[in-house]
């Protein structure tokens, strides 16, 4: 990578949040965090360098990770979009265009790997 990717987890779960930050920190990514979708679109508006947007769909509040990303991907078309679940089985009609879904417990090389194919199309 010529320059880190710069991401925007969203994950309610501390322990979870923490765990994957951590992991992509390491993975060499930089790393932005919000716990709901109303604190994840205060930070895609305030950071414009987010290129990459990992989101929980169960989250407190009025949108979950769906909707997020549904409203990510209409607003901010550039931004590729990861979407994951332990609770929900998600179709790929679910979710917007050139999105991809992993269920948890998911492996964080799978991950870091799809990162860098949807950056890299």
Not at 54 to 77: E, H, I, K, Q, Y
Not at 94 to 103: E, L
Request: net charge negative; hydrophobic share 50%.
């Amino acid at each position: 990578m010529s320059q880190p990717i710069t991401m925007l987890v969203v994950e309610d779960e501390p322990l979870i949040l923490l765990e994957v930050v951590d992991d992509l920190v390491e993975r060499g990514f930089v790393v932005l965090e919000a716990t709901n979708a109303a604190e994840a679109i205060v930070m895609l508006i305030d950071h414009p360098e987010i290129e990459v947007l990992f989101t929980d769909v169960d989250m407190p509040g009025g949108m979950d990770g769906l909707m997020l990303a549904a409203a990510v991907s209409d607003r901010w078309p550039p931004i590729k979009i990861i979407i994951t679940s332990g609770h929900r089985n998600v179709a790929v009609e679910d979710i917007p265009t050139d999105s991809c879904f992993f269920g948890k417990p998911y492996q964080s090389e799978a991950v870091a790997s799809a990162i860098l194919e949807m950056m890299a199309a």
